[in-house]
């Protein structure tokens, strides 16, 4: 099957996979979706005998249809190799009826890693099949993870530079830290006065932009984006769902075709829609359980229909779950809406202009797969807390919202069917808060001490993303306002 690609906003023309990958968002601002769900061509039993860069190729290669095999191949070779520290790429940990799927085994030790080390290699791939000649930049807005993936993804790639906006006061000192001291000569952070909210909105209207599209190609670039808004972050995830399922019938945890919950901490909607997109192609995931911080947008959204981002922003222990507008929840209201991409633009309108729009009851009805709840601070580390003095396992508190949620679930429904839990980064990464719930008040520890105490109660050792941090010089200084963002970019790329 060949699969293509149109905008969410606009049913006119449809473009390749290669093409979507290479724009990121589309011309009228849609998001990029494919024409058709391809159906997975292998049987669970033959995954289960697979390695994840041969599960990574049968999944890709449904929906990347214009990529040649030697090309997929090839890019998938290149990101998932000893950049990751366990061969199985990623690992299964089972704590009860629950496992949980740890995603951070890569670079920068989040789950991010898995679509951003390969997305910079099926963009050059792109920009070669397309005859670009542009040099492609990467405009990215970050809660503090997809910046450093990104960052270390597209680090010297030829004929690539890379930006990154992150919310000055809104990250963890580890990943801050993680991105102003990236290397790279084609590489440039930027911290803004605002949320992540105002940096991704910064960033989508750069690229509605046409005047400073017009203005990049006269001096030869274009812009791309590693959000997850591109089409090539989200395909690369539905990989590790597969994967996952297949590891459980081939550690004769389930038998081929049963049904399993998945639950992921949600922020912008991208990795679980993955899980969705994985439902699609016939994977038996019975709910998808959406799982939100103390910014429950999300949950409101799917208890009443109604998203409403007219609320207070609150800064959390799971900052990158700190959104107000999930950008990839547009595909899903695509796509319950019989793809009406008329319908889904005039839904967008009313988010952008009142921050409002409510679905109607048949829309409402396709969304029974899902289960929505939100977990507070408290309960965020109560739920590391718990698990920790109960099996002496530690997560972070992404995770641990995660974790939290699917507590209420089992309690709310009864559902008794095995689930898997998105683990989205190492707690390395958010030393203080983890350490916090485990031990209590933790002022007056510095950040270097924390994580030797995390090493020490969890019996992990201290991941190298963490370690090379403590020597590493900072290398980008620049802060900036949120209207400033346009100019800043321009000043970078030397534009007058
Ligand atoms: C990005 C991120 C999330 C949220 O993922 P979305 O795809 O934006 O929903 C959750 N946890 C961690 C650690 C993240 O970095």
Known sequence: MNIRYRSTRSSGETVSSSYAILKGLADDGGLYVPTAFPKLDKTIVELAQMSYQQVAYEVMKLFLTDYTADELRYCIDHAYDDKFDVESIAALVKTGREYFLELYHGKTIAFKDHALSILPYLLTTAAKKNDVRNQIVILTATSGDTGKAALAGFADVPGTKIIVFYPKDGVSPVQEKQMVTQKGSNTFVVGIRGNFDDAQTGVKKMFGDRALGRELDENGFQFSSANSINIGRLVPQVVYYVYAYAMLVKNGEISSGDPINITVPTGNFGNILA??????????FARLICASNKNNVLTDFFDTGRYDRNRKFYVTSSPSMDIL?????????YQIDGCDAVKTAEFMDSLSKTGIYAINDTMKRELECFYARFATEEETLAAIRDLYESTGYVIDTHTAVGASVYKKYAEDTGDRTPTLIASTASPFKFARSVMTAIKGDVTGYSETELIDMLSEVSGMEEPPAVLELKDAPVRHKTVCDIDEM???????????
């Open 325 to 333: 507008v999930s950008s990839n929840l547009e595909r899903l209201i």
């Open 486 to 496: 346009e100019a800043t970019v321009k000043s970078w790329l030397k534009i007058r």
């Open 275 to 284: 899980a969705y997109y994985a439902k699609q192609i016939g994977m038996p």
